[in-house]
């Protein structure tokens, strides 16, 4: 079974490409749009190894999401990888299972070597 990462971002240029790049490396994906749809795939099926989640969305954003995740104990252990083009975001709660933040743009080399890290080497990105 291979690694999975659940990709929570509104923004359809963003989250359409980079499904699609980490599903060709090999991960499992599953998207949601914003905090509340994340929420309800999470209850209904498996378990993801990360979590990447974009901050400014509308309906439930990023910060609620985080809070609500770390609150229940089936979901907190799972980590996260906060993507934004906040700067500097620090998570609100200290211990907020926020475990790297990357900058939007980023580079997707960057963010492929935080997913390798918390779900396994994928296979190798070129070009």
């Known amino acids: 079974m291979s690694a999975s990462v659940?990709?929570?971002e509104d923004n359809d240029n963003v989250r359409e490409p980079l499904a699609a790049l980490l599903g060709m490396l090999g991960?499992?994906?599953s998207e949601a749009v914003?905090?509340?749809e994340a929420l309800a795939k999470l209850q209904e099926g498996p378990l993801p190894d990360l979590i990447l989640l974009d901050l400014?969305?509308?309906g439930m954003d990023g910060w609620t999401f985080l809070d609500v995740k770390d609150s229940d104990p089936r979901l907190a252990p799972i980590p996260v990888v906060?993507?934004?083009a906040v700067a500097k975001f620090k998570p609100p709660n200290p211990h907020s299972s926020a475990v790297a933040v990357v900058a939007k743009p980023f580079k997707l080399q960057s963010l492929v070597t935080l997913?390798?890290?918390y779900c396994g080497a994928s296979l190798p990105l070129t070009g």
Request: negative net charge; proline residues 6%.
């Open 6 to 8: 659940f990709l929570i």
């Open 115 to 117: 997913v390798e890290q």
């Open 34 to 36: 914003d905090g509340q």
């Open 82 to 84: 906060v993507l934004s």
């Open 56 to 58: 400014m969305m509308p």
């Open 27 to 29: 991960y499992g994906v």
